[in-house]
């Protein structure tokens, strides 16, 4: 079932705190994203991270020390052992990467960058809004708003939509692939799984208290999720 791993109105007795975003750099390790910056539990304790903006809506990193957040206003900054700098100051949507050499950015303008380890290229989006991705060697998955979720080839070649009319899948704005060709996506109407075969969607039983706008998971049967609160799931898709 679920739980609530951190209550920050509990925690800094500050009621203002949502969250939208979640990554994790290994274990004693956890980044959590949300209206006013972004915090780091240590294995031990929750702590506020120096020189995060306000509004972090998407993280994804190389280790603990080097990774990137999107915010709300669209700036995509990346944090190399405590150093932040910003790659750009407006139109990012969501991040992820590979390898540090091999990050993707999607941005407000349809379009959709690559970092190679020395430069930023640019190349179109054909699928529309994409608000979150994930993947690995298998390929990429993109997901976004009205039920928008597509899977690319390993060489970036090839699209295929995942969605099947009559699924209310909703808006779209959390991603994690847990195993290869498998993805658990997250939005208005609850959790998701798609099982990389049969192109069926499982909705998650128990269903999740509020909409999650945020993943990061070990596992398929072990994952977190984040709205609100940080909130933490054990459970089978049903």
Known sequence: GWRVQLNVRNLFDDD???FAALWSGGPGHLLAGGN??????????????????????QIWGVTADDYFTVDSAGRLRRNQSGA??????????AVWGRTASDVYVTRTSGFYHHWNGMQWTQELIPVGDVRAIAGGDYGIYWVGMDDNAWHVDGDNL????LAIPGYPLGDLV?????????????????LWGYDGTARVYQGYSPAPPVAITGLWAPARIDFFGVARDVYAQWGTPQ
């Open 16 to 18: 203002t705190w949502t």
């Open 174 to 190: 959390a991603a994690w692939e847990p195993a290869p060709g498998q993805l658990i996506t997250g939005g208005t109407t609850g």
């Open 84 to 93: 932040w700098t910003t790659e750009f100051t407006s139109g990012a949507l």
């Open 36 to 57: 006013q910056g972004l915090l780091l539990w240590n294995g031990a304790t929750w702590a506020p991270v120096n020189g995060a903006t306000a509004g972090i809506t």
């Open 158 to 161: 090839f699209w295929t939509q």
